[in-house]
């Protein structure tokens, strides 16, 4: 039988926090190859729960809010990009000894597969591909996921991979193992038919899922409705199926949603309700900026009985020209709307965040502060999220046409934390550090006022 390793790799960044970061397309993977009949193992250099990072490191994972917290990490030598920026460099995840220690259990492996996510974490895939090459010298290394999606081009050029494996569903697995000359019969529509394989985590805090891939909204700055095909859905049944396997036979007690447009169509509505009639003791997490225009009376109230607990509203900005120009999804009315429904189904202010984009093309630092005042008049948590340009956006397309980044950018100086020290076309660090004062002041004051309803 042939047997693949999976691998999720470093992070490589001035910054990074465990905000229930799992490597979901990598458990579907596992799904789908031993649906075909192959083996598989994981190692997951994000895992902070690892029973051996905990033994090596002398002490267990620490939680911050239901299973989010610190990476173990370690200060690196910055890359040349970053030179002149006073930041430091660190790689988050398992320490170099205890990954090589892993891999030499595997050395009868058939391939190793790794995946990618954000393009701006590049040296984080190429450092864990390194140490890989030197361990398992003679296995064939192929990479996929987002980065490998977005920047195909770069992977090839600077992952180090054998071979790179862009696109999402089933059509990279497949071109992988053609690369490999394994032949498999895969399943097309795994996201209906097969669950992701969190058999590989001896201890599961959280779990991370999904009911649909791509989007049917074409957000300027936004790539899910560019990488997949099609909007697609999973049936609640088999959500909530899934579900309720996690917390019988794994003890889940915090489910994480990570859809990009979970409240498009009724399927939601259909999920709570099933949920609902389980009577799960389970937390459940909104993470991933909610449409607010989609949120009805009905759904906060089932969301309510249900027992959610983090509900994300995606703001944006209260620049009505910019709300337009990058796609129309939310204006200020569809917010105060939103935070009326989901109050006056009980949710306290603390439970809900509206995610404010700073630093957009064209957007002024009275812009941020009105959005944050809006977050404060209606009495939710305002997070600042400053903007990233995804290469191959239409909002990237414009800003390179315009002479407003450069084509040929490291990736890394696109991070958000990185962009304001030297991105001039934009808002100024020390704005950024005070808009986010701001924002921490309201906060603090709406969490102290609601501090009973964080709890179970």
């Not at 595997?106 to 590049?122: E, K, L, N, P």
């Not at 009985?305 to 999804?329: C, D, H, M, P, R």
Request: aromatic share 12%; net charge neutral.
């Amino acid at each position: 039988m042939k047997k693949i390793l999976l691998i999720n790799p470093w992070i490589e960044d001035v910054a990074a926090y465990d905000f229930w970061l799992k490597p979901l397309g990598l458990l579907y993977i596992s799904s789908i190859l031993k649906d075909a009949g192959i083996e598989t193992a994981l190692i997951d250099l994000l895992d902070r729960y690892d029973p051996e990072l905990e033994a090596f490191m002398g002490k267990e994972a620490e939680d911050k809010y239901y299973g989010t917290g610190k990476f173990y990490n370690e200060a690196i030598e910055k890359p040349r990009c970053l030179e002149h920026i006073p930041r430091k460099f660190k790689r988050y995840g398992f320490p170099e000894e205890l990954f090589r220690r892993k891999l030499r259990r595997y050395r009868g492996v058939d391939a190793v597969f790794i995946t990618s996510m954000m393009t701006y974490w590049h040296y984080g895939v190429s450092d864990t591909i390194r140490v890989i090459k030197e361990e398992l010298p003679d296995k064939p290394v192929v990479l996929g996921g987002v980065y490998a999606s977005i920047l195909p081009d770069h992977a090839v050029a600077f992952s180090g991979a054998d071979f790179v494996a862009p696109g999402t569903g089933i059509s990279p697995v497949n071109s992988a193992l053609e690369f490999l000359g394994i032949k498999a019969s895969l399943k097309e529509n795994f996201l209906e038919e097969l669950d992701p394989d969190y058999s590989h985590y001896d201890k599961l805090s959280y779990a991370v899922l999904i009911t649909s891939t791509g989007c049917p909204f074409h957000c300027n700055y936004c790539m899910s409705w560019k990488l997949w095909k099609s909007f697609s859905r999973r049936s609640p049944k088999k959500v909530a199926a899934f579900i309720e396997n996690l917390y019988y036979k794994r003890g889940v007690k915090d489910i994480v949603f990570f859809d990009d447009a979970i409240l498009v169509g009724s399927d939601f509505k259909e999920l709570l309700k099933l949920l609902e009639a389980k009577e799960l003791k389970i937390r459940y997490h909104l993470p991933n900026g909610l449409h607010a225009r989609l949120i009805d009376t009905e759904t906060a109230q089932l969301m309510k009985k249900v027992n959610f607990k983090t509900i994300k509203l995606g703001y944006e900005t209260s620049n009505v020209a910019l709300q337009e120009k990058t796609g129309g999804k939310v204006f200020d009315s569809d917010l105060v709307r939103a935070v009326s429904f989901l109050k006056s189904a009980g949710f306290s202010g603390n439970e809900i965040s509206a995610y404010i984009i700073a630093n957009l093309p064209g957007q002024s630092v009275e812009d941020v502060e009105r959005a944050i005042d809006k977050c404060d008049e209606l009495g939710i948590l305002p997070v600042i999220n400053e903007f990233t340009p995804i290469p191959g956006t239409p909002q990237w397309v414009e800003l390179v046409s315009k002479k407003k980044l450069p084509e040929d950018i490291d990736p890394l100086l696109l991070d958000n934390s990185l962009l304001p020290h030297w991105w001039d076309k934009g808002i100024t660090e020390t704005s950024l550090r005070l808009l986010k004062e701001k924002a921490w002041k309201v906060r603090k004051r709406i969490e102290n006022e609601n501090c009973l309803s964080r709890f179970w």
